[in-house]
């Protein structure tokens, strides 16, 4: 199975911060990866799909990159309502399995 | 609107059985893979299993295979998880989600069910 690892487990930075989030595959997956918000008591809500591609009504200070094992999320200017935990996915093969999440906190 | 609506969940006893079922609204359901989601409380986000639009392709976590079986019903706009010989380390927030695309694994859960729990204790 592919194993995910995300860094840091948690974090907490101010209104307007850049935040970047890291997620390492254990085997390449192209750029099957994939981003999601979970606010408490929420479904997760997807955020970023093939690495890079901006899901439909997210706001564009989010971004991802990457490609093969190591993958990148970025929060260009951390909102108040982004306090959130962020769990990558790889949907290369099945399987699929998620990072252990990254919770992020508004100082 | 897009809305996936689950039911089923409850407190269960360790070694018997129960049925989720996720039925969907506002897009075309036979488009699209499925899948099932759970997360502990507390704890971060477990792939149990996914079936493709036409269910030619199925999945499982090994934690559930041989235990849990996933299917749908086009007709009816409904996927459904039978679940048998629960483990109390089967407690759990249970998602249906749906997939970008027709295969299981595709590009991302773009849109995901409230969730329904489901507790393993006797």
């Not at chain 1, 101010?14 to 890291?22: K, L, Y």
């Not at chain 1, 994939?34 to 989010?62: C, D, E, H, M, T």
């Not at chain 2, 639009?53 to 299917?71: E, H, L, M, P």
Request: with cysteine; hydrophobic share 30%.
């Amino acid at each position: 199975d592919i194993q995910m690892t995300q860094s840091p487990s948690s974090l907490s930075a101010s209104v307007g911060d850049r935040v970047t989030i890291t997620c390492r595959a254990t085997q390449r997956i192209s750029n099957y990866l994939n981003w999601y918000q979970q606010k408490a008591g929420k479904a997760p809500k997807l955020l970023i799909y093939a690495a890079a591609s901006l899901q439909s009504g997210v706001p564009s200070r989010f971004s991802g990159s990457g490609s093969g094992t190591d993958f990148t999320l970025t929060i260009s200017s951390l909102q108040p309502e982004d306090s959130a935990t962020y769990y990558c996915q790889q949907s290369h093969t099945t399987p699929l399995t998620f990072g252990g999440g990254t919770s992020v906190e508004i100082k | 609107e897009v809305q996936l609506v689950e039911s089923g969940g409850g407190l269960v006893q360790p070694g018997r059985s129960l049925r989720l079922s996720c039925t969907v609204s506002g897009f075309s359901f036979d488009d699209d893979a499925m899948h099932w989601v759970r997360q502990a409380p507390g704890k971060g986000l477990e792939w149990v299993s996914g079936i493709s639009w036409n269910s030619g392709t199925i999945d499982y976590a090994d934690s559930v295979k041989g235990r849990f079986t996933i299917s749908r019903d086009n007709a009816k706009n409904s996927l459904y998880l039978q679940m048998n010989s629960l483990r109390s380390e089967d407690t759990a927030f249970y998602y249906c989600a749906k997939d970008k695309v027709q295969a299981v694994a595709g590009n991302g859960f773009d849109y995901w069910g409230q969730g329904t729990l489901v507790t393993v204790s006797s």
